[in-house]
């Protein structure tokens, strides 16, 4: 097996895949994304200095550049299951491929004369939802209760004041509130609770 990103390929004993993964989930607990992270270290062998120089100037080329597939691949050049798809390649990649980090350890016992150890980072992150709907609240909250409204008005001869009732029925205000997160399309509002003539529908 060998590493592979975009078209470079690495040569088989000289570099190591590690992968990660992490899962985003909504607020009431279902996936929601996967941030994929590929781990790619290793030790460039060459016969010299001046061909380790020459190699690690093409690895660096290689990831010069975001936006590559990369994985593992099998001897016959069929993909691994440790595979990171572009997002040319998968729609459901966000981010597409991104080079986060490249580290060239300090150099120690000669490296450089016929090696040179190195470590690349890449990530993406994929919409891993499994359903269109990522996250959903609603709600009602009521103004008022539709009892009679009452006003204390002052008795003169009684020196004192009295209540007295100045509307029968009062009108109840109900707001219908929430919030929807769509995966890949808008959610569409639900209709309301109480449609018109109830709806004020100047106010939705």
Same mark, same amino acid.
């Given at each position: 097996?060998?590493?592979?990103?975009?078209?470079?390929?690495?040569?088989?004993?000289?570099?190591?895949?590690?992968?990660?993964?992490?899962? /985003?989930?909504?607020?009431?607990?279902?996936?929601?994304? =996967?941030? #994929?992270?590929?781990?790619?270290? $290793? %030790?460039? @062998?060459?016969?010299?200095?001046?061909?380790?120089?020459?190699?690690?100037?093409?690895?660096?080329?290689?990831?010069?550049?975001?936006?590559?597939?990369?994985?593992?691949?099998?001897?016959?050049?069929?993909?691994?299951?440790?595979?990171?798809?572009?997002?040319?390649?998968?729609? /459901?990649?966000?981010?597409?491929?991104?080079?986060?980090? =490249?580290? #060239?350890?300090?150099?120690?016992? $000669? %490296?450089? @004369?016929?090696?040179?150890?190195?470590?690349?980072?890449?990530?993406?992150?994929?919409?891993?939802?499994?359903?269109?709907?990522?996250?959903?609240?609603?709600?009602?909250?009521?103004?008022?209760?539709?009892?009679?409204?009452?006003?204390?008005?002052?008795?003169?001869?009684?020196?004192?004041?009295?209540?007295?009732?100045?509307?029968?029925?009062?009108?109840?205000?109900?707001?219908?509130? $929430?919030?929807?997160?769509?995966?890949?399309?808008?959610?569409?509002?639900?209709?309301?609770?109480?449609?018109?003539?109830?709806?004020?529908?100047?106010?939705?």
């Amino acid at each position: 097996m060998f590493v592979r990103y975009g078209s470079f390929d690495f040569h088989p004993w000289e570099a190591a895949l590690e992968v990660s993964a992490e899962y /985003a989930r909504s607020s009431r607990g279902f996936k929601t994304f =996967q941030f #994929l992270t590929f781990r790619i270290y $290793g %030790e460039i @062998v060459e016969s010299g200095q001046y061909a380790v120089d020459t190699r690690l100037q093409q690895i660096m080329t290689a990831f010069s550049q975001d936006g590559q597939s990369c994985g593992l691949i099998h001897d016959d050049g069929s993909k691994t299951w440790h595979w990171m798809p572009s997002t040319a390649e998968n729609s /459901a990649n966000l981010t597409d491929v991104q080079v986060i980090s =490249q580290k #060239l350890p300090v150099t120690k016992n $000669g %490296e450089f @004369v016929s090696g040179r150890v190195f470590e690349i980072v890449v990530s993406a992150m994929f919409l891993d939802a499994t359903s269109g709907l990522l996250d959903y609240r609603d709600s009602l909250t009521r103004h008022g209760n539709a009892g009679p409204e009452w006003k204390w008005k002052r008795e003169p001869l009684l020196g004192m004041w009295l209540p007295e009732m100045e509307l029968p029925n009062t009108l109840q205000h109900i707001t219908h509130s $929430g919030s929807a997160i769509g995966s890949v399309t808008w959610p569409i509002p639900p209709a309301p609770f109480y449609p018109q003539p109830f709806e004020n529908g100047t106010a939705r």
